[in-house]
């Protein structure tokens, strides 16, 4: 993770975590990405269409949420960004082979970060990377067979809401870092 010199935690933390969980089944990533945007959770559920059939959030689906609501996105594998969210995965069986296959998504789970900082939605609050990693440890020794955990993805997000005056094809093309 890249180190940032920070006078304070991110301000912005979403109240409604709980509402838009009960309403709409919002989880870890809807509530990592209003975390990032600085947006209600309810709000932001309209980027999330796949929820109708599938309350979980691949990295495609994070990406095209971003994009709808207007930010750009670079993508990096193995890495924290430090401005965006990312997907951590767990470790265990289902990654010894491939890290990166697709029956590994199972075993997944979306953070805001920014900077030094994380907003995991199981805590409700931003935390110091080192604070986090206890909340990551303690998932680890609830999960069936995990070993530990790892970032898989994490999505750098702009501020600045530039995308919006991109066309498509540009800011996807825009986006794609290298591996």
Same mark, same amino acid.
């Given at each position: 993770?890249?180190?940032?010199?920070?006078?304070?935690?991110?301000?912005?933390?979403?109240?409604?975590?709980?509402? &838009?969980?009960?309403?709409?089944?919002?989880?870890?990533?809807?509530?990592?990405?209003?975390?990032?945007? @600085?947006? +209600?959770?309810?709000? !932001?559920?309209?980027?999330?269409?796949? =929820?109708?059939?599938?309350?979980?959030?691949?990295?495609?689906?994070?990406?095209? &949420?971003?994009?709808?609501?207007?930010?750009?996105?670079? !993508?990096?594998?193995?890495? =924290?960004?430090?401005?965006?969210?990312?997907?951590?995965?767990?470790?265990?069986?289902?990654?010894?082979?491939? =890290?990166?296959?697709?029956?590994?998504?199972?075993?997944?789970?979306?953070?805001?970060?920014?900077?030094?900082?994380?907003?995991?939605?199981?805590?409700?609050?931003?935390?110091?990377?080192? +604070?986090?990693?206890?909340?990551?440890?303690? =998932?680890?020794? +609830?999960?069936?067979?995990?070993? @530990?955990?790892?970032?898989?993805?994490? !999505?750098?997000?702009?501020?600045?809401?530039?995308?919006?005056?991109?066309?498509?094809?540009?800011?996807?093309?825009?986006?794609? &870092?290298?591996?």
């Amino acid at each position: 993770m890249t180190a940032k010199l920070s006078c304070g935690a991110p301000n912005f933390v979403p109240w409604d975590i709980e509402v &838009a969980r009960i309403n709409f089944g919002a989880n870890c990533g809807p509530v990592s990405f209003a975390a990032i945007t @600085g947006k +209600e959770v309810c709000r !932001v559920m309209r980027h999330f269409l796949h =929820f109708k059939h599938s309350p979980w959030t691949n990295l495609t689906q994070m990406r095209r &949420a971003l994009a709808d609501a207007g930010f750009m996105t670079a !993508v990096q594998k193995c890495a =924290f960004p430090n401005h965006g969210v990312a997907l951590v995965q767990w470790l265990g069986p289902w990654t010894e082979k491939d =890290f990166f296959s697709r029956w590994s998504l199972a075993h997944t789970h979306w953070v805001a970060v920014d900077g030094e900082w994380i907003f995991d939605h199981t805590v409700g609050e931003w935390q110091m990377f080192e +604070e986090w990693g206890k909340v990551a440890w303690e =998932f680890v020794s +609830e999960i069936p067979r995990a070993t @530990g955990w790892r970032v898989k993805y994490s !999505v750098e997000v702009s501020k600045v809401n530039l995308a919006a005056s991109c066309p498509a094809e540009v800011r996807d093309a825009m986006s794609l &870092a290298p591996c």
